[in-house]
T-cell receptor, first 115, second 114 residues
Framework: EAGVVQSPRYKIIEKKQPVAFWCNPISGHNTLYWYRQNLGQGPELLIR????????DSQLPKDRFSAERLKGVDSTLKIQPAELGDSAVYLC?????????????FGSGTRLTVV | AQSVAQPEDQVNVAEGNPLTVKCTYSVSGNPYLFWYVQYPNRGLQFLLK??????LVKGSYGFEAEFNKSQTSFHLKKPSALVSDSALYFC????????????FGPGTRLSVLP
């Protein structure tokens, strides 16, 4: 089975430019997460989707970040405009519901560098 | 609120020696505890989990972890370290009664020296 697929793997942009990341979760996984991982730190949740509904976006900086999960499958995370402090690895993960026995499966992440 | 602490930024161990990576947690309800490993330029990979049952949990690549409720700890262990075990290790916790999301610790970098 294919894992969680993210693209692009790397992105370098100038500050104030927009950027978008894409995630394709494991087939059948209805719960999708976006995490941000700063250098040397653990991942921090940005948003959680259950199907197409964003059920927890309390940590998403809504002035510049947006996300969507049309049809409850693929998801896109956008930053507009990007700031230097947004440089990080953006990880997508998916799971089958919230049952802990299923755990998370993470993608390889998108490493964003804002210059 | 739930939280995770990994008191050591870095752990160094010689190949063939036992290793321990420490994790302590704080939750209001029952803890669901996970360990993940991250290799350079890769996503997080699941190692093992504790949900309920036996306090000693065995996982991938020969790793195991012991749940200690009184000490609120979930230390990761391996009897004999390999150089290929060198990576970043993350402990994560979710409150089984009140939490919807996992909270990750800051990570511990394990270096196994040949």
């Amino acid at each position: 089975e294919a894992g969680v697929v993210q693209s692009p793997r790397y992105k370098i942009i100038e500050k104030k430019q927009p950027v978008a990341f894409w995630c394709n979760p494991i087939s059948g996984h209805n719960t999708l997460y976006w995490y941000r991982q700063n250098l040397g730190q653990g991942p921090e949740l940005l948003i959680r989707y259950e199907n197409e509904e964003a059920v927890d976006d309390s940590q998403l900086p809504k002035d510049r970040f947006s996300a969507e999960r049309l049809k409850g499958v693929d998801s896109t995370l956008k930053i507009q405009p990007a700031e230097l402090g947004d440089s990080a690895v953006y990880l997508c993960a998916s799971s089958f519901g919230l049952e802990p026995n299923y755990g998370y499966t993470f993608g390889s992440g998108t490493r964003l560098t804002v210059v | 609120a739930q939280s995770v602490a990994q008191p050591e930024d870095q752990v160094n161990v010689a190949e063939g020696n036992p290793l321990t990576v420490k994790c302590t947690y704080s939750v209001s309800g029952n803890p669901y505890l996970f360990w993940y490993v991250q290799y350079p330029n890769r996503g997080l990979q699941f190692l093992l989990k504790y949900i309920t049952g036996d306090n000693l949990v065995k996982g991938s690549y020969g790793f195991e972890a012991e749940f200690n409720k009184s000490q609120t700890s979930f230390h990761l262990k391996k009897p004999s370290a390999l150089v290929s075990d060198s990576a970043l290790y993350f402990c994560a916790v979710r409150d089984g009664n009140y939490g919807q999301n996992f909270v990750f610790g800051p990570g511990t970098r394990l270096s196994v020296l040949p």
